[in-house]
């Protein structure tokens, strides 16, 4: 049988939908958008605020990623 490898993305992608997958209330997210493109990062972000608005899940992230911090309904940014 031959071994399948998942790359960055690929790997990224599959946690976040098994998080989704499992009905979580909160979802703790530490830079979910690191290994991927910026289209990619997009759809991820605009999931997120679809599963916070409207399903109603506490989504917490943690990023370095200006795009993704702008678009959060709260920030806490920690300094030093």
Request: charged share 30%.
């Amino acid at each position: 049988m031959k071994e399948v490898r998942l790359s960055g993305e690929q790997k990224q992608r599959v946690a976040i939908a098994r998080t989704v997958a499992c009905q979580a209330k909160v979802i703790l997210a530490d830079e979910p958008t690191g290994n991927l493109d910026e289209d990619t990062a997009d759809e991820i972000i605009q999931l997120f605020q679809k599963l916070a608005h409207e399903d109603k899940i506490c989504v917490i992230v943690v990023t370095h990623m200006r795009m993704m911090a702008e678009k959060a309904d709260e920030v806490i940014m920690l300094r030093d």
